[in-house]
Structures are given as C-alpha cells and as structure tokens.
C-alpha cells in the first residue's frame, strides 16, 4: 500500500493532467486504480482540509492556482499574500513554532542551524510534480502541506526527506517554502542507464517516479568510459545530498552492472534496482539437505491414488490430489496433500529465517528466485513422481450432486504421487471420451471423478457465494536459450483443468482458515476489502461508454457478478475486468480475518503454497506446533511478519511486472524491426485531458497516445462521456474505442510505450 505521501503525489498529478478542470471524487478513485479506500478517504479530507485541494463547482476536485508572490514586510514581520500570520505564530498572540518544527534558529536533534534569527525549520517528505513544484507533508498528523514553488526544491526527488524553510505562509492555500536540505533520500542507491546530453554524463532511472535524467558528478562520467562503462549500459549510482545552495541534483557511480538490451541485464538490473535476493550459498543447500524431519504422528496414505497438475515448465510441485469412495453412497473424500515444509524448516532458525526475509517466489521471465533452497524447493518438499514424500493433508468430504462440504479433518500424512500430470495433459483427458493410454491404472477415473466435484462445487460457489469471475488473461513472457532471449507473449487463460485444481486448493484453504478460528490459534488470513459503492458506479459509467450501452447497476454484489458473466470472452471483456482489477483494493495478509470481497468468502487464509509463500508457511509452523502439543506464536509477533509480507509482495509483483514491461517492449521493437509500418490494435482503456491510455491485448501491454499524436484541435476532454472531442470537427476518442496504432517512442529503460493512431 502506498503512503499517504505516495498516494497524496498521485492525486497531484491527476488533477494536473486535466489541466485545472477538475475531477469528480469517483472518477479520481477510478484513476487511481488499486489502493485502500480508508486511506483514500484519509487523504482527500487532509488535502480539503489543508488547502492542497479545493472542492468546486458539481463537487469536482481540483487544485489551486499556484501562490503569488511570497510575502511582503509588515511592520517588521513577515505576512503571507493575504496577511496571514507567519509560520509559528498565531494572530495576536506571542511567537511559537508550528508542531513538528524546530525551534527558531535550531535544526531537529539540536543542532544549531545557521539562520536567521525568525527562521523556521520544518522537516518532512516532499512529492514533486511533473510541473515542478511540489508540496512537503509535514511530520505530525495535523500539520499542513507545504507548498515548495517550481526551482525551490533544490536537490530533493518525490519520497526524499528533507528540512523545510518557511518563507511565507497563507491561510488559504498553507504555507510557502523552500527546501533547506535533504536530510534522507527515499532511494539512496537506484539502477539507470549511464548516458550523455548537451549537459554531460548521467544516468536515465529505471524506476519511473524519478527524474528521467541525473547528471553524474564532475569527472565520474570520463571515468567511467575510462573504465569501459558504455553509453547505455546498467549501472547503480548512489544519489547525494548536498546543502542549501545546491540546486542540482547529482549521483556519484557506484558500478556497472551489466550491458543493456538483454534478457541478461535486465534481469540483473531490475534484481539490484528491487533488491532481490540472491542464490543460495551452497551452506544454505547443505543444511537444507541435512535437516532432519521433526516429529510429529504421520498417516500413511501411498496406496492412495495421488496426482499432481502443474504448469508444463514446473519444477516444484507443492500440491497433490486424490479421491477415495466414503461408505456413504454420493459422498467422496478428497485429499487436498500439500508439501509439509514446515517439518524441514524449524521456527526462527536458519532457514526459516532465510525464507522470512524472502517472503515470496519471485517468478521473474527468464528466472526464479526461490524462497526456499534449491535442495529443498526443487527436492525434499517437492511432491515428485513415485517418490515418498511428507504431506500435510486436507481431507474433504463432498457431496458429489450438490457440491456441498459435509466436513473436513487435517492430518501430517506420507504420500507418493502415482503420476506427475501437466494442464495441458488434463484438458486431453477431460476433452476426449477415449480412453488415454499414456495414464498409468486408475489416474483417468481418478481426474474424471475430481472434475465432476470439482464442477459441482464451483456451481454452489457460484450460486451461494457469488465470486467474481474475472477472466483476465495472463500475457507471459517467454525466454529461452543461453544467453536467455525473448521468442514469445504465451497468453495464459483459465480451463477447466485450471478450475479444477483452484476448486479444491479453494476448499482446503478454506477449510484451514476456519479450523485456526474455532481453535483460537493465531493465524494468516488473506482480505481482499470491498471496493465502495462510488467506485463501483464510476467503473459502470465507464464501461456503459465502452459498451455503448445504458450504466449498467453494480453497486450491489449479484449486479456485479452478473455483468462480468455476460462479459463473455474477446479483447473488450478482457480489458473490461482488467480495469475492473485496476480499482479493487489489494489483497492483503491480516492476523484478523476480514472477508474476502473478490472470492465471495467471510473467512480465507493461503495454506497450500508452502514452497513459495512464507505466509502458507506461517500457517502451517502454526498448525505443526499445535499438532506437536507446542504453543504457536503469538499474534503479536504474527502481526510484524505480516507486515513485511504484504511489503515483500508488493516489492516482488513491481519487480515482475517492470521487467515484463520492458521485456515486452523490447519484443514489440523487434517484431517491427524492417517493418515499421506494421499498426497495433490496441483499446482505449482510459481517456484524460493529456490523451488516451491504451491497451494492447496481444502483449498485456499498457501505451499512451499523448493528445498531440491525435491530429489538430483543439481537443476536449469530456469527462462525463469519458471522452477527447474535436472542437472543429465531429472527431472523438472514448474509452472501448479500437485502434489502429503505429510505435511513436519506445522507452526499454523505463518500460514505456507512446503511440500514434496510424495515419497521425
């Protein structure tokens, strides 16, 4: 989840691209896309509050003009444009520095500041604006933003820390500033490309929050090239802080990290840039293939008729399946086997602690960064072909004509899968009447009788519980070769061999999830908060447009899920529930269960993916010391796990999604190379007065057509009909619209794509 700062910066900079017009509360929540609706609410009211945001005309949000001249002297004392009092002092009343501030003439931590003697400090984090300007939110929840005017912000980038100098204050529009120092930045080491303007050697940031060059410091750039450092390649700079009279901002080289344009330096770059971990040590492996199991009473379950179904390039198989008849007629038991990681990771010791600091599988195109030892991840736990492996196990009893959970018992079990099968294999299987005679005795009934239960349970769900059914299809980047290189998008959609395996997975989550609250154990939970009611009808209005159509109802739950059913399949659909996922709040990891709004469920938790999730691992460390007859831990220090969870997560998906956007992008150029004049369909995802936001089905792919590539004007942003119109002509652009485009600039380094509709 973003900070209030972030989110504060976000805000700025769409009220700013539709150039002082102005946005409704819903279609700037829509927007913004995935965030938290508390915080949100938070935000908004402090920004009215403040005066960084007024409240116009129609209830729309916008911001003030830019403040006038700083302040002028009144009898000796320093007044804001409209006579206000200044920073830290009251009208009529004795001189006193604003909370948080320093006290005059004195810097925080007490050291003293060489300034005037009426001089106020403040300290704070800064967010600029592309307009470059920007606003400081002070420490202290009931201070004010700052407004720092265009070329007062010295060295400081959005995020920054930084000391503040009070220059003039405003009751209307808050107090006016200038940045002193940066007293901490927000990235102290980020990855660029090293390059050269007209003003010399710098670097191009890869994360796109930052300025889009960063001169280096004098003599570091020939060095460089000295060096073999060349233009274009990745390297990692460390950004310096500099005192009050230097304006520029400036990095020094710390090393070259690898040549740019390859699979192979981007994954590097984007593994230092997102602090990644590394591959184990071989200590690590070692100890992972020496731990010995712990204890704990076992069943064994090998005669059992056990599958696993993975993607095809798996290498780690953490869960398996079986079926087996109950004495009561129309009643099965399935066995939901999850790996028993927990027995070969003993709590908080070396290499639980290792996975903690993990958290998550980063599986990156082209790489995977394990959370768990190879040895481990790849072998020990991982459920493989006629092998005898430890399972901690969900058995289900199901109604096999309803779908109904009659109940459910967990055991630590041993199993032995009969046979490894792919998704693809499966679909053979349920596809065809034949019978198959690459499946070894008894795994054809054994897949028959699960997708029959599996498709009973998904109709109850789908009845009772009423998920959301979006059908947003996975664009994968595929690598191969060595060096790695890109050969493919594989666009991934859901199946029924998928469903099935996401039914019973669903269950035994589930399942676990209620057994740790009946039993008071301190546990994981997985919440996914409802969206409001406001957001739901700006994305209806949106896509009413879209579908040139009537705003259809989504405010309640069954008007939601009907409209995303009669979606059906194509681009449209896609890109429909791929805005729709845009503006859901994040999942997120709780010790208190909180619903699950897109599955439909009160109470859900994640157990079944020990290998790669520490928070399933968390789970089952919980159940095992419950099982072994020890006290788990405690929720408070589940409380602080969890936190850095959500955090690594969030870190582990940016990571992902930036290298697949510049791997994309990369792809894109060489599918056009010799052939420029090659157009790209793509579809409007969003309208705003600075362009169009554009979808590219076949890469997965997010392009900007900026209002300039568009043709003469002037153009008009509608927000209502959530369109650009042509004032001189019946031309317009609206969100559903299909285009034909051609590349105009391609951005590899920052994963940016901006385009022109073709014959523009």
Same mark, same amino acid.
């Given at each position: 989840m973003p900070t209030d700062a972030k989110m504060r910066q976000e805000i700025i900079r769409l009220l700013r691209a539709d150039n002082g017009g102005g946005l409704r509360k819903t279609t700037l929540r829509q927007q913004l896309g995935q965030m938290d609706e508390t915080q949100f609410r938070k935000v908004t009211k402090a920004m009215l509050a403040d005066g960084t945001m007024l409240a116009g005309r129609g209830g729309r949000l916008a911001l003030p003009k830019e403040p006038g001249?700083?302040?002028?002297?009144?009898?000796?004392?320093?007044?804001? =444009?409209?006579?206000?009092?200044?920073?830290?002092?009251?009208?009529?009343?004795?001189?006193?520095?604003?909370?948080?501030?320093?006290?005059?003439?004195?810097?925080?931590?007490?050291?003293? =500041?060489?300034?005037?003697?009426?001089?106020?400090?403040?300290?704070?984090?800064?967010?600029?604006?592309?307009?470059?300007?920007?606003?400081?939110?002070?420490?202290?929840?009931?201070?004010?933003?700052?407004f720092i005017p265009a070329g007062r912000n010295q060295s400081a980038f959005s995020g920054d820390r930084v000391m503040v100098r009070i220059t003039a204050n405003d009751d209307a529009?808050?107090?006016?500033?200038?940045?002193?120092?940066?007293?901490?930045?927000?990235?102290?080491?980020?990855?660029?490309?090293?390059?050269?303007?007209?003003?010399?050697?710098?670097?191009?940031?890869?994360?796109?929050?930052?300025?889009?060059?960063?001169? /280096?410091?004098?003599?570091?750039?020939? =060095?460089?090239?000295? %060096?073999?450092?060349?233009?274009?390649?990745?390297?990692?700079?460390?950004?310096?802080?500099?005192?009050?009279?230097?304006?520029?901002?400036?990095?020094?080289?710390?090393?070259r990290l690898q040549k740019s344009g390859t699979v192979s330096g981007d994954l590097v770059a984007i593994m230092s840039e997102y602090d990644l971990p590394k591959p184990y040590t071989a200590a690590y492996e070692n100890a992972a293939l020496a731990q010995e199991p712990l204890p704990v009473a076992r069943e064994d379950c090998t005669k059992l008729a056990?599958?696993?179904?993975?993607?095809?390039?798996?290498?780690?198989?953490?869960?398996?399946?079986?079926?087996?008849?109950?004495?009561?007629?129309?009643?099965?038991?399935?066995?939901?086997?999850?790996?028993?990681?927990?027995?070969?990771?003993?709590?908080?010791?070396?290499?639980?602690?290792?996975?903690?600091?993990?958290?998550?599988?980063?599986?990156?195109?082209?790489?995977? /960064?394990?959370?768990?030892?190879?040895?481990?991840?790849?072998?020990?736990?991982?459920?493989?072909? %006629?092998?005898?492996?430890?399972?901690?196990? +969900?058995?289900?009893?199901?109604?096999?004509?309803?779908? *109904?959970?009659?109940? &459910?018992?967990?055991?630590?079990?041993?199993?032995?899968?009969?046979?490894?099968?792919?998704?693809?294999?499966?679909?053979? +299987?349920?596809?065809?009447?034949?019978?198959?005679?690459?499946?070894?005795?008894?795994?054809?009934?054994?897949?028959?009788e699960l997708s029959a239960c599996a498709e009973k349970m998904r109709q109850k769900r789908q009845e009772e519980e009423l998920f959301l059914p979006l059908a947003v299809p996975e664009m994968r980047v595929i690598c191969a070769g060595k060096p790695p290189r890109v050969v493919g998008i594989q666009k991934s959609e859901g199946s029924p061999s998928h469903e099935m395996i996401e039914e019973f997975m669903l269950a035994a989550n589930v399942c676990v999830a209620h057994e740790m609250l009946k039993r008071k154990i301190p546990g994981v939970y997985r919440n996914h908060a409802a969206p409001e009611p406001e957001i739901l009808e700006g994305f209806a209005a949106q896509a009413g447009v879209m579908l040139h159509r009537k705003a259809p109802k989504l405010r309640k739950r069954p008007g939601l899920v009907k409209f995303l059913r009669d979606l059906g399949a194509g681009a449209s659909a896609s890109m429909l529930s791929f805005s729709l996922l845009r503006i859901l709040p994040r999942a997120e990891y709780g010790v208190e269960s909180q619903g699950h709004f897109g599955l439909g469920k009160d109470l859900y938790c994640h157990f079944t993916s020990p290998i790669r999730r520490y928070t399933d691992l968390l789970v089952h460390q919980q159940l095992l010391a419950l099982d072994q007859g020890r006290s788990p831990r405690p929720g408070t220090m589940l409380t602080d796990y969890v936190a850095r969870c959500n955090a690594?997560?969030?870190?582990?998906?940016?990571?992902?999604?930036?290298?697949?956007?510049?791997?994309?992008?990369?792809?894109?150029?060489?599918?056009?190379?010799?052939?420029?004049?090659?157009?790209?369909?793509?579809?409007?995802?969003?309208?705003?007065?600075?362009?169009? %936001?554009?979808?590219?089905?076949?890469?997965? /792919?997010?392009?900007? *057509?900026?209002?300039?590539? /568009?043709?003469?004007?002037?153009?008009?942003?509608?927000?209502?009909?959530? =369109?650009?119109? %042509?004032?001189?002509?019946?031309?317009? &652009?609206?969100?559903?619209?299909?285009?034909s485009l051609r590349i105009k600039d391609a951005d590899v380094v920052r994963g940016e794509l901006e385009l022109a509709p073709v014959g523009h």
């Open positions: 001249p700083p302040a002028v002297k009144r009898g000796g004392q320093t007044a804001g =444009a409209q006579g206000a009092a200044p920073s830290g002092q009251k009208r009529g009343g004795k001189s006193s520095p604003p909370p948080g501030a320093a006290p005059s003439g004195q810097k925080r931590g007490g050291s003293p =500041a060489s300034a005037s003697k009426d001089e106020v400090l403040v300290a704070g984090v800064i967010q600029m604006t592309t307009k470059g300007f920007g606003f400081v939110n002070q420490d202290g929840d009931d201070n004010k933003d700052i529009r808050g107090p006016v500033g200038e940045v002193a120092k940066v007293l901490e930045r927000g990235h102290e080491e980020i990855v660029g490309c090293f390059g050269v303007t007209d003003d010399g050697y710098g670097v191009r940031p890869l994360r796109r929050e930052l300025p889009a060059f960063i001169p /280096l410091i004098a003599g570091d750039g020939d =060095a460089a090239l000295a %060096n073999g450092v060349q233009p274009g390649d990745w390297v990692l700079v460390e950004l310096l802080h500099h005192d009050s009279d230097s304006s520029k901002a400036q990095a020094k080289l710390l090393r056990t599958v696993t179904v993975d993607p095809l390039d798996a290498r780690d198989f953490d869960d398996a399946l079986s079926l087996t008849p109950t004495a009561e007629p129309g009643v099965v038991t399935v066995g939901v086997h999850i790996a028993d990681v927990a027995c070969l990771i003993p709590m908080d010791e070396k290499l639980d602690l290792a996975a903690r600091s993990r958290g998550f599988t980063a599986y990156l195109p082209g790489k995977t /960064l394990p959370m768990l030892p190879s040895s481990l991840a790849t072998d020990r736990c991982s459920l493989r072909e %006629n092998e005898d492996r430890l399972a901690h196990t +969900v058995f289900i009893d199901i109604e096999t004509t309803t779908g *109904v959970v009659r109940s &459910y018992r967990r055991a630590h079990t041993l199993i032995r899968v009969r046979q490894r099968l792919a998704y693809e294999e499966v679909e053979r +299987v349920l596809e065809s009447k034949k019978h198959d005679v690459s499946l070894k005795p008894g795994v054809e009934k054994l897949l028959r690594l997560e969030a870190n582990v998906d940016q990571a992902c999604y930036a290298l697949a956007d510049r791997l994309k992008v990369r792809y894109l150029l060489d599918q056009q190379e010799g052939n420029a004049a090659l157009p790209i369909t793509g579809l409007v995802s969003r309208v705003t007065a600075a362009g169009l %936001n554009i979808y590219l089905p076949d890469l997965g /792919l997010m392009g900007f *057509v900026p209002v300039r590539s /568009l043709g003469a004007g002037p153009w008009q942003f509608v927000a209502e009909r959530y =369109a650009l119109e %042509n004032r001189r002509s019946s031309k317009r &652009y609206r969100c559903g619209d299909e285009l």
